[in-house]
Every structure is written in C-alpha cells, then in structure tokens.
C-alpha cells in the first residue's frame, strides 16, 4: 500500500504563489506507481485533472487552464512530487489532492485511472 501525504496549501492572495508537495511512503517500490498527478475540487464541483508527471521520463500534461502558471515535478529520491503555482486566481481556490496512477506510459487525466490519493490541501486564493 502506498500513502500521500500534501503540503503546502495556504491562503493567498491573487497573483500570489504557493507550492504544493506530494509525499509518498509505504510499498512504493514495489506497488508500480508510474506517474503522478494533481487533482482539485472546489465546492460544490467535481474533482478535476490539473497536471500529471512521468516519473520515469519526467514528461507532464496539464489542463488548459493552468498551463503557464503551474509547473508539476519530482524528485524520485525523495518520493516526492510538487506542483508550483504562480498567478494564481480565486478560480484556482479549492482542495488540491495527489494521486498515483500504475499504467505504463500514459499520462492519465480521469480520476477513475487512480490509485492511490492523499486526503488533499486546501487552497484559497482572495481576490
């Protein structure tokens, strides 16, 4: 089994920045994660993609709305993933959530292609 564990959300104010971590622990070598995402859901809406990364080949995807303000990355030896997010909008206010995903060589955006999800770090950003 494998757990994730967030950090870094916070209150902000519009065209701030904050950067998210992601850590994770437990069978890892063993449980075949291949890549990880961000998710995020605000009130009263669905949970969705954000970005996701390789953790092999360090390639990512990114919904459109982020694209130019956040940066997803990792670093293996510390089993951690991060999410930099830089001019941030009330709009982008709601939980941030990690996950892990096992298919080979995919960069996956439905949270169904999941496995394993932290329990989320709220965001707020004020305008």
């Not at 992601?22 to 605000?42: E, I, K, L, P």
């Not at 949970?47 to 360090?58: C, D, H, Y």
């Not at 030896?77 to 930099?84: E, G, I, P, S």
Request: charged residues 15%; glycine residues 12%; proline residues 2%.
């Amino acid at each position: 089994q494998v757990q994730l564990v967030e950090s870094g959300g916070g209150l902000v104010q519009a065209g701030g920045s904050l950067r998210l971590s992601c850590v994770a622990s437990g069978r890892t070598s063993s449980a075949s994660v291949y890549g990880m995402g961000w998710f995020r859901q605000a009130p009263g809406k669905e949970r969705e993609f954000v970005a996701v990364i390789n953790l092999s080949s360090g390639n990512t995807r990114y919904t459109d709305s982020v694209k130019g303000r956040f940066t997803i990355s990792r670093d293996n030896a510390k089993n951690t993933v991060y999410l930099q997010m830089n001019s941030l909008k009330p709009e982008d206010s709601a939980v941030y959530y990690c996950a892990g995903h096992r298919t080979i060589g995919v960069l996956p955006s439905r949270v169904a292609e999941y496995r394993y999800w932290g329990q989320g770090t709220q965001v707020t950003v004020s305008s």
